[in-house]
C-alpha cells in the first residue's frame, strides 16, 4: 500500500519533470508526452526488471498510466498559463528521484538483499528515469552534474533502513524538501 | 505468422535505417554493423524484456539475425553504389516504428491487457530501436524532433484494435506509406 | 568459476574506465562513482536479463559490489597521485570489452544457442557498460569511433569458441593486451 502511494507520488512528480524538460528542447506536444512517459515509468521499470518482478508495475495497474497522463495535462496547462519557478525542475527531479528511490530500496529490501545491494537498486530505481528524460533531450543529466541529488537519494535510503517500515513517508516528503 | 512477418519486416527496415544513420554519422563499417543490429533490436527486446517473453526474439530464432545481416549488407551496397531518394532514413523510420508498434502492441493485446497499456507498450516497441540509433550515433531523436512519427503509431495501434486481426497487414503498408 | 573470475576482472576494469571518463567530464565524487559503477555493471546486467538469469549478477553475488566500489576508490586514488599514461582509458576499455564479451559468450554457448547469436550476445555484454558511459558523460561512444574494440571483441568470441573452456584465460589477457 504504501509501495503504491510513493510509486504514484513518484510518477506523478516525473511525468512533470519530463514535462519541464521537453518543453525546455522545444518539443512538440507529443515528444513533451513521450518524454513524461518515459521519465515516469523509467525507474520503476528498471527496478521490476531487475529484480524480476512481473508483470512490470505500470503494465500490472493501469492506474499508473492515468496518472501520467493526467499530470502531464496539469503540467502543459500549468506551465501555459503561469511562468515557472525557477527551480521547478530540479525541484521536481529531486522530489521523484527520493520517492523512486526509495520504493525501489524497500521492495530490494523485502528480499532480503544486503544493504549494499539495496542501496544500489534504491539508487538506480530513482536516478534511472530522470537520467533517460536528460539523454533524450540532450541535455548533462542533472544527477551527474549536481551530485546533490544522488547523495540526497542515498542518505534517504540509509535513512529508510534505520526507520524501516513506520512512519516514513512523512519524513521523506521532508527530506525531499529539505534537498533544496 | 503475422507476428512473424511482421518482425521480420520490421527489422529489415530498422537495419537499413541504422546503416544510414550510421554512415551520416561517419561510422566505420564494424560501427554501421552494430547500430543497424541495435536499431533492428532494440523495441522488439524491449517489448519482450517488458512482457517477460523468453527467450528474446532474436535469441530464439537465429533467422532474425541473418536478416539483420543481409539488410544490412544489401544497404551498405546500395548506398556504395547509388545517391539516396533524399527522405530515405525518414521514411526508413516511420515503417519500422510503424511495423514494430503493431507487433508490440499484437503481443500485448494478446495478453488481454488494458488499451492504454496496449497502446503505450506499441509505441514504445516502435520507438526504443529509433530511439538508440539516434543517441548512440548523438542525434537529436527523429522520433521526438517530428511528432508525426509517434502520433502515426498510436494512430495506427488505435487502428489495429479496432480492425484487430483481421486484413490488417495490408492497411499498415498503406498506413506506412500515407505518412510521408 | 572461470566465469566468476573474468566477471570480477570485468567490472574492476570497467569501473577504472568509468572513472576515468568521469573525471575528464569534470563530474563530482558521487558522478564518477554513478558512472563507475553502470558502466561496470551495465553489460553483465543487459547479459543476464536477456537470457533470463535471475537474479541478475550483482545482485546474486554483493562481492560484485565491493570490488567495483574498491576499484574506484583505487582508480580515484590513482587519478589523483599520478599522471595517467596516454591511452589508459582506451586501454581499459578494450580490456574490459574483451573480458565481458568472452562471459557473455560463454553463458550463451552453455545454453547452447546458435554460434551467430553467442557472438552477438557476447559483443552486446562487452559493448554495453561503454556505451553508457559514453553516452551518460555526452561523448562520441568511443567503440564506434574506433572500429579495433569491437573487432577484437568479435575475432575473440570467435577464437574462444574455437578454443572452448580450456586454456582461454590467459590466451585472452594476451588478446586483449595484443589489441593495442
Redesign the interface.
Known sequence: MLLYLLDLAGIAVFAISGVLA?GR?G?????VV??A?VTAVGGG?LRD????R???F??RE?RY??VILAATAAAIAWVHFFTLPEHALALADALGLALFAMTGAQVAEERR??T??VI??G?MTG?AGG?LRD????R??L???S?IY??AAIAGIAAYLLLQAAGTPRRWAFHAGLLL
Not at 49 to 52: E, G
Not at 135 to 138: A, F
Open positions: 521537453a528542447a518539443l512538440d506536444w507529443l515528444g513521450v518524454i512517459s521499470t526488471l531487475l529484480l524480476d512481473h508483470p512490470v505500470w503494465i493501469v498510466v492515468y538483499l544486503p549494499l545491494v544500489l537498486i539508487t536516478a537520467l539523454v533524450l533531450t540532450d548533462v543529466p544527477l551527474l552534474s551530485g544522488g547523495s
